[in-house]
Structures are given as structure tokens and as C-alpha cells.
């Protein structure tokens, strides 16, 4: 039976309200708990409490979500509906017993009975149920693995651990289900991604592409330039490369098209600059604050670190854009047709350029990320109100709260399903047999064992977004680099970057994915179109291993080191962008695309007798071509 219109209207308006409300409990736990505690002695939610009301208004939005809404499928059936909100029942049932007992156990011991054990693992298997509805097979494989897996008989490989322990430890505690991923998301996470809705509704998001499409208008396939750079100004603060294509794709990828390119390409430019959002400072895609809270290294010095690697990243999708540019015959936007900026949009631009400022200048004080991202926030909506008229209306104050909540929401069931992952791991010692399992397939090279984290990471980061993939991989692979003797700042951005690029790797590439709908290309052809102009990301990584000079903050930092470093990247991205698109200033053959290849690569060693040899032979094929090129090709005419 189909669903009644009726029914709908009233589910979508429930699950509108809890993300409201839960918009709203991200702003309080920020910042306005604390205000009014200054002010009337009380107001500062209890870390039970807020971790209560987060994961609550999460877990009731994600399943409203799933209940036949808004769903891809339509509307369901009266019948899924009913189903969904008795699960849903049972387990805000479930969550109100974790609740008091754990305020209980505040004040006294506790007694924590089998049926309580019993409400625990009920939870923990809806949690996976709803987690699967939204992430798909490979999380839920993920996440029963670890369930199986934890009490399973030691003589089939298992945790052999006792089902009433496992149920006290990763439910009725603040670990497992409710331990740090959902304290930080909750604290640090959940106000950036209000700011960041405060903006998008507020119209400053179409300001900033304006300065996007002003900026680049000048280049070969200007308008796909664009995109990158409005994708990574907007992607480092949504905290969701599939949303972010969604939320700016929409706009860029048919002005893409219309300049020229190829569905696939269009679709693929705007999936790799979204990713790339990720490991774009000062926000990461919230990244940077978890990575702060897992290693403990200032979140302003993360950010130095991962400045100039994202840099890089972006910089060699300019190489790409201008190189496929120049193959398809797409040239600048014409000067007639290019954007030009007011001072109106100056003046508009700083409503995302002053809370931006502010968080800085926040942090630099040593105050905490949730204050700095609550008066950012505070400062964005008050510029909104002033310099966008049509945000002093409250409808659009309940779309910007509905967007962020609904966000949030389905952010808090994954990080809780994660908090269950991870405390499996710690419970039963995996991280550790699993470095130990690297280090001997590996051996105890550095390289063999980068490219089994590397391929660990692609993996389990598939279908995860990417804070939470981050949470996974550091947890597991992070003391496998460790103890090789990384720094700790090197080992966590490596990981973090192939936490990142599942989304664009195909075959769960959910960002190629999401674009090819909007460009009108096959998803599968998206995505192997994604990784080719993603290629840097793929091998930054493994630059800055090797070249820590990249990082800043290294202790033996040098500079002669990082200008080699960087001019050796320009020059092997350089190579490979063009060996792999088969063009630069006109076609290149196979022997030049191998040579390339083969040139681009060496000059990125660490070994300064291979590198060397290789910078001078890719300078020498590159001179080579544009001699080539630029020469005119003579015939003989015959009478």
C-alpha cells in the first residue's frame, strides 16, 4: 500500500523538526550553554546529556529519513513506515535506559542488569540496520564483521569475548557506540556544518562561485576552473564531498558542459575538487578536528601541515583542467561573457571571509575549536542578516537549521556506528594485529608498507564518509606507520588522504557517483575519470613521506628541502597529467607517454642520484615537444 500524501507531510514535518532541534543542540553545546552559564550559574549541558540528545535527534532523523520521505524509491508503504517507527521506538527506548544509568552511575555505583545487556545489543543491531540503509553493503560488512567478530570463539579467529562485557563496554560506557568520535562530532563537529548551511542558504555560496567564475574566466576551460575553486572553498567547510557535489555541482557541471567538455569530465571535475574539500585547511571537512582530538598535536599546527599538500593537490587539477582544455579545443571564457565583480559582491564576500578570519584569530588566542566555529557562526549569521535581504526571512532561518541538522543527523549515526567499530578494535587489541600483519607482509620496508596502508585505506574507507573514515583507519593503520618511524603529523595526514579518496575510486566512488547524474555520464565512466584528475592525491602522500619539508612543522625542517620538493612535484605532476591525458601542446605519442611516465615518477624519489637524472630527462622531453610542436611540418610537393 502506497503511503498517503498525509502521512508524509507529517513525517517529513517530524523529521524537519528534529533537525531544527538538533541544529539548535549543536549551537548551545558550542557556545550558548556556556553563555548562559556565565550569566545565570546553569546552562552548560553534561557530556551525558549532550551525547544523549545528539546521537537521540540523530538517530530519529536518519530513520524518518529512511522511512519512505525521502527516499530515492518514493514514498514506500504505510506498512514500512509502521516498521520503521517501531524500530525507531525501540531504540530511543534503548538510548533512554543508557541515559540514566549513566547519569546513575554519576552518582553511585550501578547495577546493570541482562535485560539492560539484552537492550544493548538490540540497539547495536538497529544501529547497523539504519547504518546500512544509508551507507550501503560495505559499511554494514564493516560493521557486523566487528559484531560477529568480537564474540566469536577464538578457535575460528574470533574475539572470544563474553556477550554481557562486550554489551557493558561499547554500550553502557563512553566508549564504543557513544566514545570520543561522538563526543567530538557532537562538541567540535556539528557547529562548522550550521555555519557552513548559514552561508549556503544565506546566497553566499553563489557569491563565492561568482568570485570563482571572475577569477578563472581568463583560462583554457575557465569555467571548469571554477568549479574547483568555489568546490574547495565550499567542501572544506560542508564536511561531505557528496554533498558538496550535490549542494555547488548542480551549477557548475552544465556551465562545464556548455564551455565544451564531456559529460564524464564535467562530472569528474566537480567529484575531484569536492574531495579535495577534505584536506583543504582550515576545516578539512571537519578532519582536522577529529585528527586533533586522535594525536593530540594543536589543531593550528594540523593545519599548517596540511596546507601546502592541499595546495599541491588543487594546483595539479589546474594542470589537468588546462591540459584537457587544450586537447578539446575549449578555450577561455569570451571577455564579453565573463562575470565581473561589483562592489556589492565584495562587500557580500565578507560574510564568509570574516567568520573565516575569526576562527583563526579564535585559535591563535588558545581557545577551543566548538568556540571558535560558535562566534564564526555568530558572526556569519549576523553578516547574512545584513548583507542578504532575503535571509531576514525566517523560512529561510528554518531551511538553513533543516539543512544542517538534517546533515548532522545522518553524521551522528555513522560516527556511532564507528564509536562500535573502534571499540571493538581497542577491546580486542585488532589495531595492533593488524600493524603486525602489515609489518610482515610488508617486511620492513617503508615503501611496501605505504602501499598496503594505502590499499587498507581505499578499502575500508569505501562508502564512509570521510571523517568517519579517518576515525577507522587511524585507529587501525595509524601505529603501523608509527612504528616505522613516521612522525605522527605525517602518519595521520597519509592516512587521512586515502581515507578521503574512496569517494572518487571506483568501485564505490560515491562523489564520481553523485555528479554523473547531474552531468548526464555513466557513473562507473565518472569515476575512472575522477581518479585520472585526482591522480595527485594519490601520490602527495607519499611525497610528503618522503619529503617531510612539506609538512612545515617538522623538526628538521629545511627550506632548500621544500623548494626541491615542490619543484619536483610541479615537474613529475607535470609529466604524468600529460602522459596520462596523451596531450600537451599537441598529442603525444606512446613512447613519449611512457617516457613521461616513467621521468615524472623518478623525479619524485627521495634517492637524489635518481632524481636528478630524472628532473633533467623530463625537462629534456618536455623542451623536446614544445621544439617539436612549434616546428612547422614540411611536405616535398611533386608536379
Known amino acids: 500500500m502506497t503511503l498517503s500524501p498525509s502521512l508524509a507531510l507529517w513525517i517529513r514535518r517530524a523529521c524537519d523538526l528534529a533537525s531544527v532541534l538538533l541544529a539548535f543542540t549543536a549551537v548551545y553545546i558550542a557556545g550558548l550553554g556556556l553563555l548562559l552559564e556565565q550569566q545565570f550559574g546553569a546552562g552548560v549541558l553534561d557530556n551525558i546529556w549532550a551525547v544523549s540528545l545528539t546521537v537521540g535527534l540523530g538517530l530519529f532523523i536518519s530513520f524518518t529519513t529512511i522511512g519512505g520521505v525521502r527516499t530515492q524509491a518514493g514514498l514506500g508503504s504505510n506498512l514500512g513506515v509502521v ?12 538510548l533512554v535506559i543508557w541515559t540514566r544509568l549513566m547519569l546513575e552511575q554519576e552518582e553511585f555505583f550501578i547495577e546493570i542488569t541482562a535485560f539492560d545487556n539484552i537492550t544493548g545489543w538490540i540497539a547495536v543491531v538497529i544501529i547497523g540496520y539504519v547504518t546500512y540503509r544509508f551507507f550501503g553493503l560495505p559499511m554494514l560488512l564493516v560493521y557486523a564483521g566487528m559484531a560477529v567478530y568480537v564474540v566469536a570463539p577464538a578457535s575460528v579467529g574470533g574475539g572470544a ?112 575538487a569536492s574531495t579535495g574539500g577534505q584536506i583543504m585547511p582550515p576545516v578539512m571537512g571537519v578532519v582536522a578536528f577529529l585528527m586533533s582530538d586522535v594525536t593530540g598535536i594543536p589543531y593550528l599546527q594540523i593545519v599548517a601541515a596540511a596546507l601546502l599538500p592541499a595546495v599541491m593537490y588543487y594546483a595539479s587539477l589546474f594542470f589537468v583542467v588546462l591540459i584537457d582544455a587544450r586537447k578539446q579545443g575549449v578555450g577561455a571564457i569570451a571577455p564579453a561573457e ?3 565583480l561589483t562592489a556589492a559582491d565584495w562587500l557580500k564576500s565578507l560574510a564568509f571571509w570574516i567568520p573565516l578570519t575569526i576562527i583563526v584569530l579564535v585559535l591563535l588566542t588558545g581557545r577551543t575549536a566548538q568556540n571558535a566555529g560558535f562566534i564564526a557562526t555568530l558572526a556569519a549569521t549576523v553578516l547574512c542578516l545584513i548583507l542578504f535581504p532575503g535571509f531576514r526571512r525566517p523560512a529561510r532561518w528554518w531551511e538553513a537549521l533543516v539543512s544542517a541538522g538534517h546533515t548532522a543527523g545522518i553524521l551522528m549515526l555513522i560516527v556511532a556506528a564507528i564509536g562500535f567499530v573502534i571499540g571493538v578494535i581497542n577491546m580486542t587489541g585488532l589495531g595492533i594485529a593488524f600493524a ?4 610482515r607482509v610488508a617486511g620492513t620496508g617503508l615503501f611496501f608498507s605505504l602501499i598496503m596502508v594505502m590499499f ?24 603501523a606507520l608509527e612504528r616505522l618511524g613516521l612522525p605522527t603529523i605525517a602518519a595521520h595526514l597519509f592516512v587521512a588522504y586515502f581515507g578521503v579518496l574512496p569517494v572518487v575510486t571506483p568501485p564505490v566512488a560515491l562523489a564520481a557517483f553523485a555528479a554523473a547524474p547531474i552531468a548526464g555520464s555513466r557513473p562507473m565512466e565518472t569515476g575512472f575519470e575522477a581518479v585520472r584528475l585526482s591522480i595527485a592525491g594519490f601520490i602527495i602522500p607519499f611525497v610528503f613521506v618522503y619529503h617531510q619539508d612539506l609538512l612545515l612543522i617538522v623538526d628538521d625542517f629545511s627550506i632548500t628541502g621544500l623548494f626541491w620538493a615542490l619543484a ?3 615537474l613529475g605532476i607535470w609529466c604524468i597529467a600529460t602522459a596520462l591525458c596523451g596531450y600537451e601542446h599537441a598529442p603525444l605519442g606512446m613512447w613519449q607517454r611512457l617516457l613521461r611516465s616513467a621521468a615524472g615518477l623518478g623525479t619524485l624519489l627521495p634517492l637524489p642520484a ?13 623542451v623536446l615537444h614544445n621544439y617539436q610542436a612549434k616546428t612547422p611540418t614540411t611536405t616535398e610537393e611533386h608536379p
Open 436 to 439: 603486525e600483519g602489515i609489518d
Open 610 to 622: 635518481l632524481a636528478i637524472p630524472s628532473a633533467l630527462a623530463a625537462l629534456g622531453l618536455i
Open 161 to 272: 569475548e563474553d556477550w554481557v562485557r562486550v554489551a557493558e563496554n561499547l554500550w553502557f560506557s563512553t566508549d564504543g557506540v557513544f566514545g570520543r568520535p561522538v563526543e567530538v562530532v557532537s562538541r567540535i563537529v556539528l557547529i562548522f556544518i550550521v555555519f557552513g548551511a548559514i552561508l549556503q542558504t544565506s546566497g553566499a555560496g553563489e557569491i563565492l562561485l561568482k568570485f570563482a567564475f571572475a577569477a578563472t574566466g581568463r583560462f583554457a576551460g575557465g569555467p571548469a576552473h571554477a568549479a574547483i575553486v568555489g568546490s574547495a572553498m565550499f567542501g572544506t567547510l560542508s564536511g561531505a564531498a557528496v554533498a558538496n557535489v550535490v549542494s555547488t555541482g548542480v551549477f557548475t557541471i552544465p556551465i562545464i558542459k556548455r564551455a565544451g567538455f564531456k559529460a564524464k569530465f564535467a562530472g569528474a571535475v566537480e567529484a575531484a
Open 338 to 340: 565573463r562575470l565581473s
Open 568 to 570: 619536483a612535484f610541479a
Open 83 to 94: 516498521f520503521h517507527l517501531l524500530l525507531i521506538a525501540v531504540l530511543l527506548g534503548c
Open 456 to 479: 587498507g585505506c581505499l578499502i575500508m574507507g569505501m562508502g564512509v564518509p570521510s571523517g568517519a573514515a579517518y576515525l577507522i583507519i587511524a585507529i587501525v593503520l595509524g601505529p
